[in-house]
């Protein structure tokens, strides 16, 4: 639990140093448009999937809730998924930026993972399931 949490410290100074960075300019809106191609390229087989099961499965039954905890764990290593696609993509447009070469790409992936905004994002999918599905 210490290495995790030592992980998750690096992963959030990490953040911090890619938040004072200012790069600006076309090569930045690039890697961005690029990261979310790259993650909807990875994430539609497993939406496919999830989305086949959800016709075949019923609220009622208890794997329906089994699967609606695995798809909110999806989105989370998504949105995870896509940071790191993204600082990745930052570092190759930039490569004459020192701090965007020694990053720890696992602490910064477990950083954006379990932020506090994650577990809104659970609990907005969980509350969207519950009233509407």
């Given at each position: 639990?210490?290495?995790?949490?030592?992980?998750?410290?690096?992963g959030?100074?990490?953040?911090?140093?890619?938040e004072?960075?200012?790069?600006?300019?076309?090569?930045?809106?690039?890697?961005?448009?690029?990261?979310?191609?790259?993650?909807?390229?990875?994430?539609?087989?497993?939406?496919?999937?999830?989305?086949s099961?959800?016709?075949i499965?019923?609220?009622?039954m208890?794997?329906?809730?089994?699967?609606?905890?695995?798809?909110?764990?999806?989105?989370?290593?998504g949105y995870?998924l896509?940071?790191?696609?993204?600082?990745?993509?930052?570092?190759i447009?930039?490569?004459?930026?020192?701090?965007?070469?020694?990053?720890?790409?696992?602490?910064y992936?477990?950083?954006?993972?379990?932020?506090?905004?994650?577990?809104?994002?659970?609990?907005?999918?969980?509350?969207?399931?519950?009233?509407?599905?």
């Amino acid at each position: 639990m210490k290495k995790l949490i030592k992980l998750y410290q690096k992963g959030s100074s990490i953040s911090d140093t890619l938040e004072q960075l200012e790069l600006k300019g076309a090569k930045a809106w690039k890697a961005l448009l690029f990261s979310f191609l790259l993650t909807i390229l990875i994430a539609v087989p497993f939406v496919l999937i999830i989305a086949s099961c959800y016709f075949i499965y019923s609220k009622v039954m208890p794997f329906f809730w089994v699967l609606s905890a695995l798809t909110s764990i999806l989105i989370l290593v998504g949105y995870g998924l896509s940071a790191v696609i993204y600082v990745k993509l930052l570092s190759i447009y930039f490569p004459d930026v020192e701090e965007l070469k020694n990053i720890n790409y696992g602490a910064y992936f477990l950083k954006e993972v379990l932020q506090p905004f994650s577990f809104v994002i659970i609990l907005g999918y969980f509350a969207f399931v519950f009233f509407v599905l």
